[in-house]
């Protein structure tokens, strides 16, 4: 048990160093709803985290072809876009995030091996960062939010 939170911590502390040193400073992410208002997240094997689907650009990749290909590899469907809610300056990262509010298309989720399972989960019991995006998807309305997270 202390070898798997010790790899855990290194991982996470090797993630960190990843998120800062790369050169690719930006990433998009999108929030999902279900009926209920909670919104889908995933949990990562390597870091334990969970998270919003999503992640890096690569070179040269749109905000919402990159959003796509990242939703199609970690969710195994092609989510509908609806617009793109807020763009946010991460101090933790150094890194830009584009958020989208997107929906699913009826086709069941097939997580990826970067992903250990997913939730449901209530936004008012995120951290503030991600409540912030969460209510900006939700209440958006065509003007697209830039601010930088807390």
């Not at 996470?12 to 209920?36: C, M, T, W």
């Not at 919104?39 to 749109?62: D, Q, T």
Request: aromatic residues 8%; positive net charge.
């Amino acid at each position: 048990m202390r070898l798997t939170a010790a790899w855990r911590t290194v991982v996470q502390v090797g993630y960190d160093l990843f998120l800062k040193l790369n050169p690719r400073k930006i990433a998009a992410h999108a929030v999902i709803l279900d009926e209920s208002g909670r919104v889908l997240l995933l949990r990562s094997r390597y870091a334990g985290a969970w998270l919003l689907p999503g992640g890096g650009l690569r070179l040269r990749e749109h905000l919402d072809e990159g959003l796509r290909r990242e939703c199609r590899e970690e969710l195994g469907v092609d989510v509908v876009v609806e617009g793109l809610s807020g763009i946010y300056y991460d101090d933790r990262s150094a890194a830009y995030v584009a958020v989208f509010r997107c929906r699913l298309p009826g086709e069941p989720i097939r997580l990826s091996h970067e992903h250990a399972e997913y939730t449901w989960a209530e936004p008012d019991l995120l951290p503030p960062g991600q409540r912030e995006m969460i209510r900006d998807a939700r209440r958006f309305a065509g003007t697209t939010v830039v601010a930088r997270l807390p």
